[in-house]
């Protein structure tokens, strides 16, 4: 079965730099939410997207931004780039957001952002 | 302050042994609780998802169980295998909405 598709794997950028992260979401799946998960850290949650809007905002700092596109793939972009961004991204999608928000997330294997 | 808090923070069994993974929120207001694994550098796969009206859910050898008055859950694992070796982190989704408390996450190591 198709599952996230997040590109790219890897991804090597200098501090002041911008990165983009694309992320396809499951055939049909319209809700999308970015995570960042630093060195031995927790993942947190960044923002979500749903039907093509921005449905809820985490601790995504102001230099990020990101959106929904119409085919339903997201991408996240970061700008000044500062060596704590260094970490693991991970994408997930879900069809819908269900009754009480109990819907099935399906998570990317992730983008390992790396900034010197 | 909406916090997750799981126990132990490590686990080392034997291959074939039982073993439960807690998990303890003060989240409000619930929504749900999941349990994910999670490889070294892969994304989290879900295991479990439990509303507030569940108290036990099954995934083959995992099985999850949720008390909502005393806000903990756990996750059982039976019969481990090699491939268990995971981190296994407990989430709670908060407000109806699309926004999760992570908890810090059990690290599972199975020895053959």
């Known amino acids: 079965a198709a599952g996230v598709i997040q590109s790219p794997r890897h991804l090597i950028k200098e501090k002041r730099e911008t990165a983009t992260l694309k992320c396809y979401p499951i055939?049909?799946?319209?809700?999308v939410y970015w995570y960042q998960q630093g060195p031995g850290q927790d993942p947190q949650f960044l923002i979500s997207?749903?039907?093509?809007?921005?449905?809820d905002k985490g601790s995504i700092p102001d230099r990020f931004s990101a959106q929904q596109f119409s085919d339903y793939h997201s991408e996240l972009n970061m700008s000044s780039l500062e060596l704590g961004d260094s970490a693991l991204y991970f994408c997930?999608?879900?069809?819908?957001?269900?009754?009480?928000?109990?819907?099935?997330?399906?998570f990317g294997p992730g983008t390992r952002l790396t900034v010197t | 302050k909406n916090q997750v808090e799981q126990s132990p923070q490590s686990l080392i069994i034997l291959e074939g042994k039982n073993c439960t993974l807690q998990?303890?929120?003060?989240?409000?207001?619930?929504?749900?609780l999941r349990w994910y694994k999670q490889d070294t550098g892969r994304g989290p796969v879900s295991l479990t998802i439990m509303t507030f009206s569940e108290n036990t859910k099954s995934n083959g050898r995992y099985t999850a169980t949720l008390d909502a008055d005393t806000k903990q859950s756990s996750l059982h694992i039976t019969a481990s295998q090699l491939s268990d070796s995971a981190s296994y982190i407990c989430v709670v989704s908060v407000n109806y909405g699309q926004n999760f408390v992570f908890g810090p996450g059990t690290r599972l190591s199975v020895l053959p």
């Open positions: 997930a999608s879900s069809l819908g957001r269900g009754a009480k928000g109990s819907y099935e997330q399906y």
């Open positions: 997207f749903y039907e093509k809007m921005q449905s």
């Open positions: 055939p049909r799946h319209d809700t």
């Open positions: 998990c303890n929120y003060t989240v409000s207001p619930f929504s749900n």
